[in-house]
Nanobody
């Protein structure tokens, strides 16, 4: 089992930045992949970006490329999502998720509780 706790969400004006953090605990000795998903009101949850143990990353949403950056600190079992040039359409609940193995795409097994990000225009 892996437990995930997100932090760092909040309210920001368009053009601003936020950094989300997700701390993993539990079965963190195994290699695992971490990802960020988001769900906007009235929309389905979507895969934003993921990163595997060795740092290989994949974006799932083209609109965040060049603005959102994922990184992880394996020593701290923490993954970060740096979000720059935020837009109102980035408003959503952001979820951290984990899966075993190196593949960034595919079903994720463990989920955090989510953190709200609201971007005002």
């Amino acid at each position: 089992q892996v437990q995930l706790v997100e932090s760092g969400g909040g309210l920001v004006q368009a053009g601003g930045s936020l950094r989300l953090s997700c701390a993993a605990s539990g079965r963190t000795g195994s290699t695992y992949t971490l990802g960020w998903f988001r769900q906007a009101p009235g929309k389905e949850r979507e895969f934003v970006v993921g990163i595997n143990w060795s740092g290989g990353g994949t974006y799932g949403v083209d609109s965040v490329k060049g603005r959102f950056f994922i990184s992880r600190d394996n020593a701290r079992n923490t993954v970060y999502l740096q979000m720059n040039s935020l837009k109102p359409e980035d408003t959503a609940i952001y979820y951290c998720a984990a899966k075993m193995g190196r593949l960034v795409v595919g079903p994720y097994d463990y989920w955090g509780q989510g953190t709200q990000v609201t971007v005002s225009s």
